[in-house]
């Protein structure tokens, strides 16, 4: 049997067992934060056993896409090492939702491997839950007797295992339950009974059984599900390994690695690369050790790359990208440790892992079309995927010879002087210059018996992250700062401060004096590389005083790179970005003068055009000119105590923090507002000057943030006042009623250039600090005019006699939430919201009351007319109009008037329709359950429900099937009772 043919047969299977065949989930869980990576097959149907989803089907099974690498389930380091660890595996597995339960699990799988696949009985043993007395729990003596009773298995071969390795949980509350596992014996004489459960390769687990029947409570108690589910999973590789060998008559001695799973990537792998014939040695197993080491690193070297080739390829088709955070960390990671292996083992000096993805993809294409034609890239999946590899794999490379040689060199220091220890500093220099995850310097080691300081490596990282969260983030942008501090001829010249001309100009030329990336300082930075420029002169302000840098582009004769932020660091603008096209070279005036440049060779002389992009730069300059006005409001209203205590001016908001010990009232709120509107109307010209501090700090307006240092030349900006004329006549009480303050950002040429200002947002953020957010331009007059449409769609509201008042108050409250809108306009609409609130709670519960009381009636007439079943008094019909609160009512009325009932009630309101059920003890002792019934009905209404045995609800979305619902609940009923 082939792969392929195993997987099929597999699916096949439970398709005739009636489950429901469902794609593989992605592998990067987009919708799951608490995950790195999807890495077992019930991740997709994680809120159905939470009981916050549902499906469709009550039964499925699939093979899901695992990758276990990062965080909890990490295989990674094993990969290589052995034959049957992999960072990605398939997952068959089979579900019930409250559908099957241990019986039919057990015989399935018993049939399917011993009858199905043939698989030797005598070789199969088969464990449950022997029981916890801290847990309070029994053995699982019904999966025990099950086994015994359902399958034909050798009562010796079921053996009890603990909580350890028979008991499932989701996490420390929740469902869990207790688990069989089935083992196959791979000893040649099938001696390995004993070694069940000891993490012998001889005896290993080929199929888990989870019985999910229990729910912990956060104080720990266990108590029982109201509906029990089953969850199963096999791993595929291994699976395929046991039915293999048992065809090739190497049973025991088969790998996964052996497989069809792996041979065509190994087929691959030696096309590309000339490396010599796999021949599955192994580096610590004697049984299997080669006489010649190399063969050993060379076996090595193909189940990494075969492995690692297949994890990268899955987690880039759905979605994933190599970063320096998170999930990316993890696949940059796996990526250079393959790239190392194929460079030391296969002699690889260029990319090769992009090479065979075609060759993975033609492999796996059928069993996951997602490869060939991704929902998210389309057919232009696999050219994606090779194009991020080979970037990868390029960047890293660049540093891998050296990395390599500065290991070689360390590890010979350590050999002869550290008792064989490489030393932490030189494990962080490979982790911080050139690129090398300490894990991948630990495996090296390892290969040449050596090992590491890990104390002084955590000691330097710390460091490194200290200085990075100083810098404002751990990111490239904090390695690159920390890279420039620490470069001796960047820190030297302390002349050479950038130029900026941004105020006056929006472009300029100028030379590239420095390239800085996270792995070094080249000379040139290649296309898609990520990196900082350093520029003579430039128009890109840089981030300070709580404005935000510039963004835009600098283009040259060779390439563009594309500006995303802009840092000040020691006078020298730093523009962090990517090359977008062609690449970008380092000037001839470079910090220390230190370029050699040959005659004739262009690209060392070029200038390059710097250029904001002034639809970014125009929203900023709004946002800052407003919150100087706005500064100047709020002592205006709130008194002159107000001091700013921290801002932020970006192209969607101004954020202003103050200091106040109390709310700012809505009636403040429109005054500072008004205040504002007034400047902006005004058309105030702004003015900007460069002044001597001590004569500006005379100014009797003008505002400084509190414990600032300025220079003695500062720069002033004036909203309406010569800033000449305050100069000449500082006490000048005229002054007050414009806004003045030190300010080195960019601003608008007017205040009526900021168009509109409204204040969105006010909010305590510390004791006695308060914050509010401004916006202004197009955004801010859209926030007014909803403001002023909510406030109208109220009024009319308020004004109608609508029957349905409440759902019109919970869609209005709805959008008030959802929108932006003045913050005064805001506590309006919350006043006149809570008005008709109280409206629609009194229509409500005087609906209810109606509602109730005509349910009552109806149900008496039902009662009346109702027949009986032996004992028990069956009432089954529609009432009408009645909410589900009003059925559950007439149920339990129902009950209260017979000895012994079976209710069935409906309503049909607004296109929905509510089932509720309800039996009396007697009938349940019976075995006649309330969600049983429902189960059976709610289909027919197009829904789904379920519930107690004594009360149990349902509903659909076709109130004209209800009579077909009636009828069907009439004849269960007399069935199950007659």
Known sequence: MTSSQIRQQFLDFFKDKEHAIVPSSPVVPHDDPTLMFTNAGMNQFKDVFLGSGSRDYARAADTQKCIRAGGKHNDLDDVGQDTYHHTFFEMLGNWSFGDYFKKEAIAWAWELLTEVWGI?????????????????????????????EVTDIDPSHIVPGNKKDNFWEMGDTGPCGPCSEIHIDLTPDKSGGHLVNAGDHRVIEIWNLVFIQFNRSPDGKLSPLPAQHVDTGMGFERLCAVLQGMEANRLGDFTNYDTDVFTPIFNAIQKRTGAPDYKGTLPTNTDQQSSDPDQVMVDVSYRVIADHLRCLTFALTDGAIPSNEGRGYVLRRILRRAVRYGRQYFNMH???????????????????????????????????????????????????????????????????????????????????????????????????????????????????????RAGGTDSDRARILNRIAGSEGFVRDTKRSTRFVGYENSTSKSPIRWIETTTGSPSELQQDQYGALVLRDSPFYAEKGGQVGDRGTIKSETGVFQVEDVQDFAGRHIHFGRCVHGSMFQSISVFMGTQSVEPGDHKHVQLVTAGIDESYRRPIMQNHTSTHVLNWALRGVLGTGVQQKGSLVDPEKTRFDFSHNKPVTAEELGRIESLVAEQIEAAYPVYTQEVDQAEALKINTLRAVFGEKYPDRVRVVSVGANIDDMLADPENREWMKYSVEFCGGTHLQKSSEAECFALITEEGVAKGVRRVVGITGSAAREARQCGTDLLTELGLLAESESEDLAAQVTAIQTKINESVIPVVVRHQLREKLAGLQKVAKEQAKQASAQSGQSAMDQVASLLESAKAVGDVTVVVGEISGASADALRGAVDWVRNKTDASAVLLASG??????????????????????????????????GKGGGRPDMAQGGGNMPEKIGDALQTAQEWLNQKLG
């Open 120 to 148: 030797d009985k005598s070789r199969l043993y088969t464990t449950y839950f022997e029981g916890d007395a801290d847990l309070c729990l029994e053995p699982d003596g019904e999966a025990k007797t099950l086994w015994q």
């Open 350 to 468: 260029e990319p090769f892992l992009c090479d065979m993805v075609q060759s993975l993809v033609d492999h796996m294409g059928k069993a996951f079309p997602e490869l060939h034609d991704s929902p998210a890239y389309g057919k232009k999946n696999v050219e994606r995927v090779v194009e991020l590899l080979r970037d990868e794999e390029d960047s890293f490379g660049k540093t891998l010879d050296r990395g390599i040689k500065l290991f070689n060199e360390a590890a010979d220091h350590a050999t002869k002087h550290h008792h064989g220890k490489i030393s932490g500093e030189d494990a962080f220099k490979l982790h911080d210059t050139y690129g090398f995850p300490i894990d991948l310097t630990e495996l090296m080691a390892e290969e040449a018996k050596l090992t590491i300081d890990i104390g002084e490596y955590e000691r330097l990282m710390e460091e490194a992250r200290t200085k990075a």
């Open 909 to 942: 309101i607004d296109g929905k329709v509510t089932l509720i059920a309800g039996m009396s003890k007697g009938v349940v002792a019976k075995g006649v359950k309330a969600g049983d019934l429902i189960k059976e009905i709610a289909p027919t209404v197009g």
